[in-house]
């Protein structure tokens, strides 16, 4: 049995709700040069709660694809 090729720090598919919160990030950092809260990604993605944006801002970086900085706040980044 041959393990998957893929190394750890490759990134992992998400799905199409992961990408809405990821592409709202990508494209607010874009425009503003910071990080969106998440107050900002809740009212931008539709969602109900800030625990909603916790769940797919934290799974987006499980999977590599945005990263946090050092205990700020705004200090999310693309990967």
Known sequence: ???DS???SSKLGITPKQKVVYDTIR???RQ???SPSYEEI???V???SKE???RYVHQLAARKWIGFGNGRNRSIYIL
């Open 42 to 44: 809740k009212q931008l």
């Open 1 to 3: 049995m041959q393990k």
């Open 27 to 29: 494209d607010y950092i």
């Open 46 to 48: 539709g969602l109900n």
């Open 32 to 34: 503003n040069g910071f």
């Open 52 to 54: 909603n944006v916790h």
């Open 6 to 8: 893929k190394t750890k």
